[in-house]
């Protein structure tokens, strides 16, 4: 069984106080592992795919990156605008009982303070 | 820009009344989702579809049953509504099941009173 652990649970941080949110997985022939962004009362928006270890992606002060086992979510010198729930996905590949699905975690919650 | 768009943003509805939840999806997206969420509990899949007609249980489908006569549409309908089914609903679709990620809906907060 496909399985996504995220961690910390919360994180509070200053402004400008740069950290980490990581994603443990397991999961049988990642096909893709997601990154999307929830605001309170709102759908997940879209953040990052990453298909292979070794892989990173950035866009403003967050940048993602992947091993074989977790991935981790870097937040450089953050602002208050970046307070929000970080929900970590995984794909299975062809084969997988979770094909064409994504399996969630828990998310972080994610608290910027001025 | 691919939209998800859920019918309603909040809803309130009495115990025992049959309710649906509408999402339609503008991209042609062949696979589409319904999911609940709670605090503490993350996202967990109640149905999805493949294609038109076509239908799958997903972790929770009890007391739950879905609806696709169209590729665009996916309807969540709850049978008899109860208190524990108070919750954030959410629809997403994707390309196909090679492809890659979801696009989420914004949300429907039901509340069954």
């Known amino acids: 069984e496909d399985q996504v652990t995220q961690s910390p649970e919360a994180l509070r941080l200053q402004e400008g106080e740069s950290s980490s949110l990581n994603c443990s997985y397991t999961?049988?022939?990642?096909?893709?592992l997601f990154w999307y962004r929830q605001d309170p009362g709102k759908g997940p928006e879209f953040l990052f795919t990453l298909y292979s270890a070794g892989e990173e992606k950035e866009k403003e002060r967050l940048k993602a990156t992947l091993t074989k086992k977790e991935s981790f979510l870097h937040i450089t010198a953050p602002k208050p605008e970046d307070s929000a729930t970080y929900l970590c996905a995984v794909q299975a590949g062809a084969g997988g009982t979770s094909y064409g699905k994504l399996t969630f975690g828990q998310g972080t919650i994610l608290t910027v303070h001025p | 820009d691919v939209k998800v768009t859920q019918s309603s943003r909040y809803l309130v509805k009495r115990t025992g009344e049959k309710v649906f939840l509408e999402c339609v999806q503008d991209m042609d997206h062949e696979n589409m989702f319904w999911y609940r969420q709670d605090p503490g509990l993350g996202l967990r899949l109640i149905y999805f579809?493949?294609?038109?007609?076509?239908?799958e249980k997903g972790d929770i489908p009890e007391g739950y049953s879905v609806s696709r006569e169209k590729k665009e549409r996916f309807s969540l309908i709850l049978e008899s509504a109860s208190t524990n089914q108070t919750s954030m609903y959410l629809c997403?679709?994707?390309?196909?099941?090679?492809?890659?990620?979801?696009?989420f809906g914004s949300g429907t907060r039901l509340t069954v009173v």
């Open positions: 999961v049988s022939g990642l096909r893709g």
């Open positions: 997403a679709s994707s390309f196909n099941r090679n492809n890659y990620g979801y696009t």
């Open positions: 579809s493949y294609d038109v007609k076509m239908k």
